[in-house]
């Protein structure tokens, strides 16, 4: 049979055990995880701040990870049925955070959101270090 690809997409900037887990349940949902790591500029254009670590350094940090084998820039939302056809993807995982939002690449993979690991994110951890 052929292996199943699993993708999915993050910014992973100050990387922690919620990332970790995703990425760990992720990867249990076939034989290979594809992970797009957004870039800096679509960072800002999503949370309206430059991430703490850069991207090549969020790159470094995920694809050095045990469940991942293979890491892209993610440029773009809009392109996301691009990036399932170019990386073959079967399966596609989001946190929970993002439920329904991925629903239009179904045709493509199955979308799967996973529930996020409570009590921890990266700006209550910017917050925290702060104060
Ligand atoms: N996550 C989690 N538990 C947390 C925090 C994050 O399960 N406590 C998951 C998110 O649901 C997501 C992944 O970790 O699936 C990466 O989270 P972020 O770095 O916050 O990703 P985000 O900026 O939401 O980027 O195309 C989609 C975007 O690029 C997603």
């Known amino acids: 049979m ?3 690809t ?15 887990r995703v990425l760990n349940r992720a990867a249990e949902l076939g ?3 594809v992970v797009g790591v957004s ?7 999503k949370k309206g701040r430059n991430p703490v670590f850069s991207q090549d350094e969020r790159l470094e940090l995920v694809s050095n990870l045990k469940s991942v084998d293979q890491v892209f820039v993610e440029e773009s939302l809009e392109l996301k049925r691009d990036y ?5 993807a079967d399966v596609l995982v989001m ?7 991925f629903d239009f690449c179904s045709d493509l993979a199955k979308v799967v ?3 996020r690991t409570p009590s921890i994110s990266t700006t209550a951890l910017i917050e925290h270090i702060r104060s």
Do not use: C, M
């Open 113 to 115: 959101y996973l529930p």
């Open 6 to 20: 699993v993708i999915t997409f993050g910014t992973f900037d100050v990387l922690h055990v919620g990332h970790i």
């Open 95 to 101: 946190g929970d955070d993002w439920a329904g939002k």
């Open 39 to 45: 870039s800096d500029a679509l960072n800002f254009s």
């Open 31 to 33: 034989d290979r995880l």
């Open 84 to 88: 399932l056809t170019q990386y073959d």
């Open 2 to 4: 052929a292996e199943t």
